[in-house]
């Protein structure tokens, strides 16, 4: 599992050398339901992409923003089942199951994502499905089963989104059974297993009407073993179905209803402590209860839980999405949607056979939301849109903490639990606008303004029970707070094309996330500084996208300058590090003001009649210009270490993947499809407290497919290999280093391989 690392520069500059022509991955979604005509010998042309990243239906390469789309059929060449697939594929972009939970995505985009997963932060990437946005990380692991295209956003949204964000958007977009008719099955089998199928019906009931039925069903035994008890975790046990509506009654109005019901009950998601776990024994003092190994991670972890003791999730919804034709340049657009998600997990915290860092999550939320989108277009040189968009939501939760090997006596441990009940109500509204306008041939001034307020009504107990010996600290906390914030987010850019192929814009864009209430605030003096404020970036973006003459060659490329403030940090502190009974504290603190910088590149050459080279390289550098932590600034703080913040978080400075692929055309016996990629990603730090055991170094990773296309492309068959240099590297961390020193790693799965069969009708 070794190998010999090469410089992030050195690998980024050969694949930019080889790239310097190409760009951006996608291509056209409206395609069979096999996605064959991707795949066909005698193609000459890439494919026109279009994506939605402004609310219309537009070429990627006369967007001014920066975007990666991809359809039903380049996620399968990226062997992407969840949407953490897309990790490598996009510039800049981190995306990984989440800390410990099957259920959980952690995302960041240029550096700007959510540092914490406890559901009272809200995310930095905005998470949306058929244009309805998912408010919490937890369920947004989404199983791509009946996808149609996928677009993920890089830098601040707001003017043309429902939701603002500050560090992008990943929009998911399902088929429409208006466009999508047909019927496809597929089944598969690998590693760890894995057996799991996918179906999709598509039906025009008339003229107007149309039905669609898509489910998956997917189940793997996992990857990480217990090696005393043999149980196996990080499997996976999930069915989702949905079900869409649409109608067409006349040229002036559309519908489109929708309902989707996801099941999952999965046992533990489970790490590797990297630091030595300590208990606090009152008699002897610190006591190394555990001492991580030396040797590579072997996927053997021990947990204290039960193999019944589970992560369980039930998240399900229904939207409307209707449109009315106004006139020859008016149209209205209404987004409704209810969502609820119930999650009941349990979180091994420091992935041990000790009761330490052990949690039970149960979240009970619910989400009603309603857009409206107002737009003009005069059908020349001028588009607008106004819009409006409303959310509540509430978000009651119950834990559990369990330490009864914290604390000890004379090598007896002392019973410790901690119980939590709180209660979040968000209630979001903002207004906004978005105006393009092509003031002379050739140059198109693009300018929108935002106002947002959210308010939140939080309530939170906390109790502990300890044992006898230290009963007498046993306590319940609490306090309620109710606050506001509102902020006004411009952007602005500038477009020049230079011809019918080359077009360059620059643009500057604000991005706002609201302030919250620190969910971790456990004594009477950490209620006094639960409130944490708002976070505000300001990116600003000049960029190229290109395409050669003959349709075999596009190109994009952009640079970017982000000013990042108040950045909402959640760090593990110890209050009274000298006392027999030290106490933990997890502020959440607007610590640092961060300056991030880049560049990105894109590209797609279609090579021949059948070979396509894709490929995309990006580097970036985060830097905190400051960051307010006593630790880190005062030496006479018993916990002063300069180099805890030396690096952000899930920002490596490189990454950068190229893949190929080449179509055999077997004639009478259909098409054989073999392709292949290597990516790369430079130095990563899995957490905002840099622990040396949270670090992942540089790392390469390969992956190879084969599919193979009937003739009238009625059947597809598709191998694969993950992970082909069974390469190990860490993708997520877990720091509670004030809590018996809990530093946990979670480790991408070693190489595996997949076979399914698929048939279209």
Do not use: C
């Given at each position: 599992?070794?190998?010999?690392?090469?410089?992030?520069?050195?690998?980024?500059?050969?694949?930019?050398?080889?790239?310097?022509?190409?760009?951006?991955?996608?291509?056209?979604?409206?395609?069979?339901?096999?996605?064959?005509?991707?795949?066909?010998?005698?193609?000459?042309?890439?494919?026109?992409?279009?994506?939605?990243?402004?609310?219309?239906?537009?070429?990627?390469?006369?967007?001014?923003?920066?975007?990666?789309?991809?359809?039903?059929?380049?996620?399968?060449?990226?062997?992407?089942?969840?949407?953490?697939?897309?990790?490598?594929?996009?510039?800049?972009?981190?995306?990984?199951?989440?800390?410990?939970?099957?259920?959980?995505?952690?995302?960041?985009?240029?550096?700007?994502?959510?540092?914490?997963?406890?559901?009272?932060?809200?995310?930095?990437?905005?998470?949306?499905?058929?244009?309805?946005?998912?408010?919490?990380?937890?369920?947004?692991?989404?199983?791509?089963?009946?996808?149609?295209q996928v677009e993920v956003l890089r830098g601040p949204q707001g003017t043309l989104y429902g939701k603002n964000s500050t560090g992008?958007?990943?929009?998911?977009?399902?088929?429409?059974?208006?466009?999508?008719?047909?019927?496809?099955?597929?089944?598969?089998?690998?590693?760890?297993?894995?057996?799991?199928?996918?179906?999709?019906?598509?039906?025009?009931?008339?003229?107007?009407?149309?039905?669609?039925?898509?489910?998956?069903?997917?189940?793997?035994?996992?990857?990480?073993?217990?090696?005393?008890?043999?149980?196996?975790?990080?499997?996976?046990?999930?069915?989702?179905?949905?079900?869409?509506?649409?109608?067409?009654?006349?040229?002036?109005?559309?519908?489109?209803?929708?309902?989707?019901?996801?099941?999952?009950?999965?046992?533990?998601?489970?790490?590797?402590?990297?630091?030595?776990?300590?208990?606090?024994?009152?008699?002897?003092?610190?006591?190394?209860?555990?001492?991580?190994?030396?040797?590579?991670?072997?996927?053997?972890?021990?947990?204290?839980?039960?193999?019944?003791?589970?992560?369980?999730?039930?998240?399900?919804?229904?939207?409307?999405?209707?449109?009315?034709?106004?006139?020859?340049?008016?149209?209205?657009?209404?987004?409704?949607?209810?969502?609820?998600?119930?999650?009941?997990?349990?979180?091994?915290?420091?992935?041990?056979?000790?009761?330490?860092?052990?949690?039970?999550?149960?979240?009970?939320?619910?989400?009603?939301?309603?857009?409206?989108?107002?737009?003009?277009?005069?059908?020349?040189?001028?588009?607008?849109?106004?819009?409006?968009?409303?959310?509540?939501?509430?978000?009651?939760?119950?834990?559990?903490?369990?330490?009864?090997?914290?604390?000890?006596?004379?090598?007896?441990?002392?019973?410790?639990?901690?119980?939590?009940?709180?209660?979040?109500?968000?209630?979001?509204?903002?207004?906004?606008?978005?105006?393009?306008?092509?003031?002379?041939?050739?140059?198109?001034?693009?300018?929108?303004?935002?106002?947002?307020?959210?308010?939140?009504?939080?309530?939170?107990?906390?109790?502990?029970?300890?044992?006898?010996?230290?009963?007498?600290?046993?306590?319940?906390?609490?306090?309620?707070?109710?606050?506001?914030?509102?902020?006004?987010?411009?952007?602005?850019?500038?477009?020049?094309?230079?011809?019918?192929?080359?077009?360059?814009?620059?643009?500057?864009?604000?991005?706002?996330?609201?302030?919250?209430?620190?969910?971790?605030?456990?004594?009477?003096?950490?209620?006094?500084?639960?409130?944490?404020?708002?976070?505000?970036?300001?990116?600003?973006?000049?960029?190229?996208?290109?395409?050669?003459?003959?349709?075999?060659?596009?190109?994009?490329?952009?640079?970017?300058?982000?000013?990042?403030?108040?950045?909402?940090?959640?760090?593990?502190?110890?209050?009274?590090?000298?006392?027999?009974?030290?106490?933990?504290?997890?502020?959440?603190?607007?610590?640092?003001?961060?300056?991030?910088?880049?560049?990105?590149?894109?590209?797609?050459?279609?090579?021949?009649?059948?070979?396509?080279?894709?490929?995309?390289?990006?580097?970036?550098?985060?830097?905190?210009?400051?960051?307010?932590?006593?630790?880190?600034?005062?030496?006479?703080?018993?916990?002063?270490?300069?180099?805890?913040?030396?690096?952000?978080?899930?920002?490596?400075?490189?990454?950068?993947?190229?893949?190929?692929?080449?179509?055999?055309?077997?004639?009478?016996?259909?098409?054989?499809?073999?392709?292949?990629?290597?990516?790369?990603?430079?130095?990563?730090?899995?957490?905002?407290?840099?622990?040396?055991?949270?670090?992942?170094?540089?790392?390469?990773?390969?992956?190879?497919?084969?599919?193979?296309?009937?003739p009238q492309y009625a059947w597809q068959v598709r191998a694969g290999v993950r992970n082909l240099t069974d390469e190990l590297y860490?993708?997520?961390?877990?720091?509670?280093?004030?809590?018996?020193?809990?530093?946990?790693?979670?480790?991408?799965?070693?190489?595996?391989?997949?076979?399914?069969?698929?048939?279209?009708?």
């Amino acid at each position: 599992m070794k190998y010999n690392k090469l410089s992030g520069s050195r690998l980024a500059l050969a694949i930019a050398f080889g790239l310097s022509t190409f760009a951006a991955q996608a291509q056209d979604p409206a395609q069979p339901a096999s996605g064959a005509s991707a795949r066909a010998a005698d193609a000459t042309t890439l494919d026109g992409i279009v994506v939605t990243a402004r609310r219309r239906a537009e070429s990627i390469q006369d967007v001014p923003v920066a975007v990666s789309a991809f359809g039903e059929e380049q996620l399968r060449d990226l062997q992407a089942n969840n949407i953490d697939g897309l990790q490598g594929a996009v510039p800049n972009l981190n995306i990984v199951q989440g800390r410990g939970s099957s259920n959980t995505v952690n995302v960041f985009i240029r550096g700007i994502g959510q540092p914490d997963s406890l559901q009272t932060f809200d995310p930095g990437v905005g998470m949306y499905v058929d244009d309805v946005y998912y408010s919490r990380i937890n369920g947004a692991l989404f199983s791509l089963f009946d996808v149609q295209q996928v677009e993920v956003l890089r830098g601040p949204q707001g003017t043309l989104y429902g939701k603002n964000s500050t560090g992008g958007a990943i929009k998911v977009t399902t088929k429409n059974p208006l466009d999508d008719t047909g019927a496809a099955v597929e089944f598969g089998t690998g590693s760890f297993g894995r057996i799991d199928g996918r179906a999709y019906l598509g039906e025009q009931l008339s003229d107007t009407a149309a039905f669609s039925l898509a489910g998956a069903w997917l189940t793997n035994d996992g990857y990480v073993e217990d090696p005393v008890t043999g149980e196996e975790y990080n499997g996976e046990d999930t069915i989702s179905l949905r079900g869409k509506f649409a109608l067409r009654p006349s040229d002036t109005f559309s519908a489109t209803l929708s309902a989707d019901y996801t099941r999952q009950d999965n046992a533990l998601t489970l790490g590797q402590p990297t630091a030595p776990l300590r208990r606090t024994d009152l008699a002897l003092g610190q006591v190394v209860l555990l001492q991580p190994s030396t040797e590579d991670y072997d996927f053997r972890t021990r947990t204290s839980f039960r193999p019944s003791q589970g992560q369980e999730m039930t998240h399900r919804g229904v939207s409307a999405n209707l449109q009315w034709e106004l006139g020859e340049q008016w149209s209205l657009k209404s987004i409704s949607a209810w969502r609820k998600l119930d999650t009941s997990s349990f979180i091994d915290i420091d992935a041990s056979e000790w009761e330490l860092g052990d949690v039970l999550v149960e979240v009970d939320q619910e989400q009603v939301s309603q857009e409206l989108q107002l737009q003009y277009d005069n059908g020349g040189n001028l588009q607008a849109i106004f819009g409006a968009y409303y959310m509540n939501e509430t978000l009651p939760s119950y834990q559990e903490a369990y330490a009864g090997d914290f604390f000890g006596f004379a090598g007896t441990p002392i019973d410790f639990l901690r119980t939590i009940d709180d209660d979040l109500e968000t209630t979001s509204v903002a207004a906004f606008a978005h105006v393009n306008w092509e003031f002379m041939p050739t140059w198109t001034l693009a300018a929108g303004l935002r106002y947002s307020r959210d308010e939140k009504d939080y309530w939170r107990t906390t109790s502990t029970y300890w044992g006898p010996l230290l009963a007498a600290l046993n306590e319940t906390v609490a306090f309620e707070g109710n606050q506001s914030w509102d902020a006004w987010t411009p952007s602005l850019s500038l477009q020049k094309a230079f011809s019918d192929n080359l077009m360059g814009y620059v643009s500057a864009n604000r991005g706002f996330k609201s302030g919250g209430f620190n969910g971790r605030a456990n004594s009477a003096l950490e209620t006094t500084r639960a409130v944490f404020d708002p976070e505000f970036v300001w990116t600003y973006e000049a960029g190229v996208k290109m395409r050669s003459s003959d349709g075999r060659l596009t190109a994009n490329l952009a640079a970017f300058h982000s000013s990042y403030k108040d950045f909402q940090a959640r760090v593990s502190e110890v209050l009274n590090p000298d006392s027999p009974t030290p106490t933990f504290s997890f502020p959440v603190l607007n610590a640092a003001e961060m300056e991030i910088n880049g560049f990105e590149f894109e590209g797609v050459a279609r090579l021949g009649d059948a070979t396509q080279l894709s490929g995309q390289v990006s580097w970036m550098d985060a830097s905190y210009k400051s960051f307010e932590d006593l630790r880190t600034t005062d030496p006479a703080n018993p916990a002063y270490d300069p180099t805890l913040h030396e690096h952000v978080p899930f920002s490596p400075d490189w990454t950068a993947r190229i893949a190929l692929q080449h179509a055999f055309d077997l004639g009478g016996n259909g098409t054989l499809t073999v392709g292949g990629d290597v990516a790369y990603r430079g130095d990563t730090w899995l957490s905002v407290d840099n622990r040396p055991g949270l670090m992942q170094e540089a790392y390469t990773t390969a992956g190879l497919f084969t599919s193979w296309d009937s003739p009238q492309y009625a059947w597809q068959v598709r191998a694969g290999v993950r992970n082909l240099t069974d390469e190990l590297y860490k993708i997520e961390g877990q720091e509670f280093s004030s809590v018996a020193n809990i530093q946990t790693a979670y480790y991408a799965p070693p190489r595996n391989w997949y076979l399914t069969v698929r048939r279209n009708f």
